[in-house]
């Protein structure tokens, strides 16, 4: 008789953790932002002052479209 109490209390949790966890991520995350790098540098050396606070970039997605072009950054440093 205890080994049958046993089994079904076993039995019976395993069915509440199985419902528990389904598989799936109720937590699912916003994509991060893509941005064009080239477009991002540019805007960093717009804005460079004394005073300037750092861009955060935790999370984003940075995305270089120039890559075939090697003058993408010839009017920054001219």
Do not use: H
Request: glycine fraction near 4%; charge should be negative; proline fraction near 5%.
């Amino acid at each position: 008789m205890k080994l049958l109490t046993k089994l079904t209390a076993i039995c019976a949790m395993s069915l509440f953790m199985a419902g528990c966890f389904d598989g799936s991520n109720s937590r699912a995350e916003a994509p991060a932002p893509t941005i064009d790098f080239t477009e991002f540098v540019k805007t960093q050396f717009d804005r460079t002052t004394d005073e300037a606070q750092p861009e955060n970039v935790n999370g984003v997605d940075l995305s270089f479209n120039d890559q075939n072009n090697p003058q993408a950054f010839d009017d920054l440093l001219q």
